[in-house]
T-cell receptor
Framework: ETGVTQTPRHLVMGMTNKKSLKCEQHLGHNAMYWYKQSAKKPLELMFV???????ENNSVPSRFSPECPNSSHLFLHLHTLQPEDSALYLC???????????FGPGTRLTVT | GNSVTQMEGPVTLSEEAFLTINCTYT??????LFWYVQYPGEGLQLLLK?????DKGSNKGFEATYRKETTSFHLEKGSVQVSDSAVYFC????????????FGTGTSLTVIP
């Protein structure tokens, strides 16, 4: 039990769909992260939020749009995705940036 | 710059064998070091950590010692079980470079009965 939940756990979407991934942390942390994990590739950091402000955006295509309405919730809005975007999307949180991160179970996304 | 290098996998061991997964790091400041574990179908879980040189992190029979002289943080377990089959990630956090967090590429471990 990590205190970080993600919904949905699995998502299949077409390339023209719009969907959102949700992450919620119950740990009172100030920083939240989105990662992409693809088979045979290193973990890729996508976005970092600290105190609800985006502090890092690692050259992620605009078809991925993050939103952090408060310190407990983080969303990843998806639109017009490509098949190569199929991956496990992991959310994490930490007390502050640089502290150990706690991960959710991930959303397995398949783009058809 | 900062980076983490861990041994290539996959690693296959028999139950009760000794495990070592090597991890070395490069850092400009005084990093904290971590090992995470990812079981099939799950997210990463913090396994252990060490925040300064010569610290030993331990959890669930796993240990790792922060060796500044060799810039290493090798993961060890004396007797692995089938339930230890997972992917293990070494990671570094360096407050001296904007609180960045760096993960290694992961090492897959399979333990066979």
């Amino acid at each position: 039990e990590t205190g970080v939940t993600q919904t949905p756990r699995h998502l299949v979407m077409g390339m023209t769909n719009k969907k959102s991934l949700k992450c919620e942390q119950h740990l009172g942390h100030n920083a939240m992260y989105w990662y992409k994990q693809s088979a045979k590739k290193p973990l890729e950091l996508m976005f970092v939020y600290s105190l609800e402000e985006r502090v890092e955006n690692n050259s992620v295509p605009s078809r991925f749009s993050p939103e952090c309405p408060n310190s407990s919730h983080l969303f990843l809005h998806l639109h017009t995705l490509q098949p190569e975007d199929s991956a496990l999307y992991l959310c994490a949180s930490s007390q502050d940036r640089g502290d150990e991160q706690y991960f959710g179970p991930g959303t397995r996304l398949t783009v058809t | 710059g900062n980076s983490v290098t861990q041994m290539e996998g996959p690693v296959t061991l028999s139950e009760e064998a000794f495990l070592t997964i090597n991890c070395t790091y490069t850092a400009t400041g005084y990093p904290s070091l971590f090992w995470y574990v990812q079981y099939p179908g799950e997210g990463l879980q913090l396994l252990l950590k060490a925040t300064k040189a010569d610290d030993k992190g331990s959890n669930k029979g796993f240990e790792a010692t922060y060796r500044k002289e060799t810039t290493s943080f090798h993961l060890e377990k004396g007797s692995v079980q089938v339930s230890d089959s997972a992917v293990y990630f070494c990671a570094l956090s360096d407050r001296g470079t904007g609180n960045q967090f760096y993960f290694g590429t992961g090492t897959s471990l399979t333990v066979i009965p």
